[in-house]
């Protein structure tokens, strides 16, 4: 069953970040933590993430802009890594009932921020998105969505976009196993899972990439969004 739900949720992952640029994470991790611990869910999650961010960031790599990219990138990768460093000592009941609080929440604010995030690129804004999706994504390996907005407020092209975004992926999804990897989270036997998400993020993502053309995102997105709602809805009553 454990194998089956990781296959799916990747593919259901790679899909969802064909057509939109990002959501890969957001989709697995509304379904892997009914199979593993909040220590252990968002480790398996940036594992499968790796794979795919690195291959796309390679590909899109002659438009990545470093000057508008790493200042965002290195501030998630400091925030990132303390957070991960914080997980042992959290009371994992509580901090599954958060998760859930938080799903419900980034869920109603996607919903309500489809459009180009109305907001203007400056030093502040760069410290607190860089920051807050460290956190998000050190906790609970979800921190692209918070990345996602502000990379299409500072760029002005799809391919830009996307280039970027992925080079803060992939470099940042390094830095989290890593960190997940030395504080034991991440052990050798999750290997053949993270080996079948793999599979599963590249069948998807293949899939979304031919039908992405004839697919409405927009309705795509809010379907998406609603389930993370429910899905955080449903983890929150569960460990009431």
Same mark, same amino acid.
């Given at each position: 069953m454990v194998y089956l739900a990781v296959a799916l949720s990747a593919a259901l992952g790679g899909f969802v970040q064909?057509?939109?640029g990002?959501?890969?994470a957001v989709v697995m991790m509304t379904i892997l933590p009914y199979f593993f611990t909040m220590a252990v869910a968002p480790s398996v999650s940036t594992s499968i993430c790796l794979g795919l961010t690195v291959t796309l960031a390679?590909?899109?790599?002659?438009s990545i802009d470093l000057k508008l990219t $790493?200042?965002? !990138?290195?501030?998630? +990768?400091?925030?990132? @890594? *303390?957070?991960?460093?914080?997980?042992?000592?959290m009371d994992l009941r509580v901090m599954t009932m958060v998760f859930g609080?938080?799903?419900?929440?980034?869920?109603?604010? $996607?919903?309500? !921020?489809?459009?180009? +995030?109305a907001i203007r @690129? *400056?030093?502040?804004?760069?410290?607190?998105c860089g920051l807050l999706a460290g956190v998000c994504g050190?906790?609970?390996?979800?921190?692209g969505p918070i990345m996602a907005i502000y990379y299409l407020a500072a760029t002005d092209s799809r391919e830009s976009y996307l280039a970027n975004a992925q080079a803060n992926f992939a470099v940042n999804n390094v830095t989290s196993i890593t960190t997940r990897v030395l504080s034991g989270y991440y052990t050798l036997d999750l290997l053949p899972l993270t080996l079948l998400g793999v599979a599963g993020v590249v069948c998807g993502q293949r899939f979304g990439l031919k039908l992405g053309g004839k697919l409405n995102a927009v309705q795509l997105r809010r379907l998406v969004y609603?389930?993370?709602?429910?899905?955080?809805a449903v983890t929150v009553v569960q460990h009431l």
């Open positions: 064909s057509i939109t990002f959501g890969a390679w590909k899109l790599r002659k $790493l200042p965002p !990138t290195l501030l998630y +990768a400091a925030a990132s @890594v *303390t957070a991960i460093r914080f997980i042992g000592s609080a938080f799903l419900m929440l980034l869920g109603a604010y $996607l919903l309500l !921020t489809e459009k180009k +995030a @690129v *400056t030093p502040v804004v760069t410290v607190v050190g906790l609970f390996s979800i921190g609603a389930y993370v709602i429910l899905s955080g």
